[in-house]
């Protein structure tokens, strides 16, 4: 069994095709980027995978852990159990902001608890203690009891990925974890996601902007461009060649270690309450 399985995916928004016929499968374990150009489509496809948008009607299919999240532009009847094994991390918005780090953490148990109990923030002892070993694992275990919005970006990133190990995710999908990071941030980020793959076996597709990441961190990477598939396979099989096609006249820049300031991407505070909301 597959842990994303894509298959025949389109989207069109007003008439400009934004996906052409998608077709990827990413095994148990894998641990894969998603590259392209601003615009290529990489969102929008996460968004496809996480159940967030529906495809255009045509003979299309969307499976996570086996399980049908879409098929011909309809979400699957399985949808909110699916999601609950999802952990989706996104550029930003990705904690609420009044609540504490831990609070947030504990957002993670949503899924799996009476929806009683976590609307009233009844947790148990051994979930409070869970979510304090997950905040350990990222590293951030002292900030537990801070107000979300102290913490620094690249904290929040791994605070968010805390979330996803006590909502016990499977797959990960990250957009962008690292887009507005300074270097030594986006390593720890970039880290921590690692560890979770390799400790936990979970599966991760991250989209990134930093093609020198996706190749330390990635065993293999998508590229995409202009709403299609244009290489899928082992990372190191990148050349500079095909990077420079990839992006253009910013393929050197990306090829560095330079950080690229970009807007804020499409996801909303709507899209972090759909998921909180599992
Ligand atoms: N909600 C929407 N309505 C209309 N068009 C959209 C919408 N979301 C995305 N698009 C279009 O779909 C295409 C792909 O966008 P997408 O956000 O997936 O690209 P991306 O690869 O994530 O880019 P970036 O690197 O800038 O985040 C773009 O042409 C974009 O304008
Ligand atoms: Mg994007």
Redesign the pocket.
């Known amino acids: 069994m597959s842990a994303i399985q894509v298959h025949g995916l389109n989207k069109t928004?007003?008439e400009?095709k934004?996906l052409t016929n998608i077709q990827l499968s990413i095994e148990p374990g894998e641990m894969v980027a998603l590259i392209?150009?601003?615009?290529?489509?990489?969102?929008?496809?996460i968004r496809h995978i996480g159940g967030l948008i529906h495809s255009d009607k045509n003979d299309s299919e969307i499976k996570v852990l086996g399980q049908v999240m879409q098929k011909n532009g309809k979400l699957g009847s399985n949808v909110r159990k699916i999601r609950s094994e999802v952990g989706v991390v996104f550029q930003q918005f990705n904690l609420v902001n009044r609540l504490s780090v831990l609070t947030n953490v504990l957002m993670g148990y949503l899924g799996q608890i009476p929806s009683w109990r976590g609307t009233l923030g009844l947790f148990t002892h051994a979930e409070k203690k869970r979510a304090m070993d997950a905040l350990h694992r990222v590293g951030i275990d002292k900030l537990a009891l801070q107000r979300s919005s102290t913490l620094s970006g690249g904290q929040q990133q791994r605070a968010a990925i805390a979330r996803t190990i006590t909502q016990g995710a499977k797959v990960i999908l990250a957009d962008?974890p690292i887009a507005s990071l300074d270097p030594s941030s986006s390593r720890k980020v970039m880290d921590t996601l690692e560890r979770v793959n390799l400790e936990d076996k979970v599966t991760v597709l991250v989209?990134l902007?930093q093609v020198d990441y996706a190749m330390q961190y990635c065993p293999r990477t998508i590229a995409?461009r202009d709403?299609e598939i244009v290489f899928d396979g082992n990372s190191e099989s990148l050349t500079p060649d095909f990077l420079k096609q990839l992006y253009g006249d910013h393929s050197l820049e990306l090829y560095g270690n330079n950080k690229q300031e970009?807007?804020a991407?499409?996801y909303t505070q709507k899209d972090a309450a759909a998921l909180a909301s599992v």
Do not use: Q, R, V
Not at 36 to 45: D, H, I, R, Y
């Open positions: 928004f007003n400009k934004a392209g150009a601003s615009g290529s489509g990489k969102s929008t496809l962008e989209s902007h995409m709403g970009k807007p991407g499409n």
